[in-house]
């Protein structure tokens, strides 16, 4: 398989499913694709034959897994959740059969119910990579309550989207 | 459960609120694939960061060339130094792109602080809001305690004023028959009759004070004369049994007793109800 068209459809199924993983292995964004890229490459080397959308998916996360693992260990850095077992498993269930599509919309609405100290809080951490020093100077707060205010904000933000899920019976867990 | 699930919440969390999306590699990868054994062709970050595997390639070459110009000499060192002139303009703009980035990094941060602190003024001013319409509710809070504390004696007191008047209707009517009977000499058939209207007064005062205190507006005036009024009407009805010698010896007891058929009203109020706070302190 792998050749022309088929590859193509591929790439376009699983391409942000697979980056998805890599992220939620510890990847940077930046790594992720890269790592991604190194996946697809990976896959049309040496071609498998694809049975089912479950053991495609789990055939990819297994390559993605096995290229963050070679990189990390080359670079001489942490492998982080690359290493354990059965990783690829827990995520897939975690993430449900659209990859964590759902959950990612669900999260975008869910901050439109945050706080502005909260929300302030998750876009310094996550869009401007701010420290936690950073973000408690910047709230007049200390370190400890701007730890407090962010977990208090991703547990409202967790609670929201079960919330979500159990209201239209799309659970992943 | 899960015990990657914070790790994975985070991820996902990250990717919502980042907004961050993985590149587009497929072309990319064809081209990879379709150059065979090119070199590796790095995906491009959405920021337009370098990948980590270009700075590696850069390092390799700029040490190929140091390792070159040592080799062919002094002759060679003008054309080595060429080759590690030319990764030096890239190294210049990356760091004076570094130090934009700085920048805008500290501009980021200024203006987080600076809604930091329009978020800070907002909640100080919620938090005053909050604390008038606090103190509000205190002093209502204050006035309710003051009001039961008021019913919660009001309704002592009443309690003990009726229990007062069970113990003076039994007392007063044996005491003040015996007293009549004594200084008037009455007959049987005359101390079964006074028994009778003696019986009547005691009642009808203990009505008129249970009464005072199921009244929406309690009428002390009103009680203090209907009471006044059942004595003098028992006073005339005991005196009406008597005949003309025993009237004189009525009037006579009742100038000097200081029985509750003498006194009047006065004699219905406890002498001391809760502490001296006695509604009835009009009467006397």
Not at chain 1, 109 to 120: A, I, P, Q, Y
Not at chain 2, 11 to 24: H, M, N, Q, T, W
Request: proline letters at 2%; a neutral charge; aromatic letters at 6%.
């Amino acid at each position: 398989m792998a050749e022309g068209r088929d590859f193509e459809v591929l790439v376009r199924t699983w391409q942000t499913g697979i980056w998805r993983f890599l992220r939620a292995l510890g990847c940077a964004s930046a790594e992720a694709d890269d790592l991604t890229q190194e996946t697809f490459l990976e896959v049309l080397r040496r071609p498998f034959e694809q049975r089912s959308e479950q053991s495609t998916g789990a055939y990819l996360r297994l390559v993605a897994r096995h290229q963050m693992l070679m990189a990390r260990r080359k670079q001489g850095r942490e492998v982080g959740l690359a290493e354990a077992e059965g990783i690829e498993e827990r995520w897939a269930e975690f993430a449900g059969q659209d990859e964590g599509d759902s959950r990612v919309e669900a999260l975008k609405e869910c901050m439109k119910s945050l706080d502005e100290r909260e929300k302030l809080a998750l876009e310094m951490r996550y869009k401007r990579d701010s420290s936690r020093e950073e973000i408690a100077r910047a709230l007049s707060m200390s370190d400890g309550g701007a730890k407090n205010l962010m977990e208090r904000a991703r547990e409202k933000l967790k609670r929201c989207v079960e919330l979500r899920e159990r209201k239209l019976g799309t659970g992943n867990e | 459960m899960n015990e990657h699930h914070e790790q994975f919440w985070d991820a996902l969390i990250s990717e919502a609120v980042s907004g961050d999306k993985p590149a587009y590699v497929l072309s990319r990868i064809q081209a990879r694939a379709s150059a065979g054994a090119a070199p590796h062709v790095p995906a491009q970050a959405p920021t337009g960061r370098r990948a980590p595997t270009t700075r590696r390639w850069k390092v390799a070459r700029i040490l190929g060339a140091l390792m070159l110009s040592v080799a062919l000499g002094a002759v060679s060192a003008v054309a080595a130094t060429r080759v590690i002139d030319q990764p030096q303009a890239p190294a210049t703009t990356a760091s004076l792109r570094k130090e934009v980035d700085k920048v805008d990094s500290r501009i980021a941060l200024l203006d987080a602080a600076q809604k930091g602190r329009e978020i800070q003024v907002r909640t100080l001013e919620e938090r005053v809001a909050w604390l008038q319409r606090n103190s509000e509710t205190n002093v209502e809070v204050m006035e309710r305690v003051m009001r039961e504390r008021d019913e919660r004696r009001d309704a002592q007191h009443k309690e003990r004023h009726l229990a007062f008047i069970e113990k003076f209707r039994a007392r007063e009517r044996e005491q003040t028959l015996a007293s009549l009977d004594k200084n008037v000499k009455l007959t049987a058939e005359q101390k079964s009759e006074a028994g009778k209207l003696l019986d009547q007064w005691v009642g009808s005062g203990a009505a008129y004070i249970s009464g005072y205190y199921r009244g929406h507006r309690r009428d002390t005036h009103g009680t203090r004369e209907k009471l006044d009024e059942v004595t003098a009407q028992t006073r005339d009805g005991l005196r009406a049994l008597l005949d003309s010698r025993q009237q004189l010896a009525f009037d006579d007891w009742i100038a000097r007793s200081n029985s509750a058929l003498a006194r009047g009203s006065e004699s219905w109020v406890p002498a001391a109800v809760d502490n001296g706070a006695d509604p009835f302190a009009d009467w006397r």
